[in-house]
């Protein structure tokens, strides 16, 4: 049963740290990345976050630029 825990963890790590990396430099709070272990729904909020609200970072780099 432990083995079984480490190998849940370590697969639920490979998923989560990107994630995490992908909303800190989409300009999103981290912490939306824990939606991807919520089973269906959690994927689809992430990829329809991701793909259709507008990037707040991309909103600094334009207003720094005009």
Known sequence: MVP???HVAIVGLMILVPMFFIYKK???HP???LLVF???LGLLLIFLQLAFLPW???QDQQGQES
Do not use: D
Request: aromatic share 26%.
């Open 56 to 58: 707040p970072n991309l």
């Open 26 to 28: 989409a300009g999103f």
């Open 38 to 40: 919520l089973p269906g």
């Open 31 to 33: 912490a939306w990345s």
């Open 4 to 6: 079984e825990f480490f």
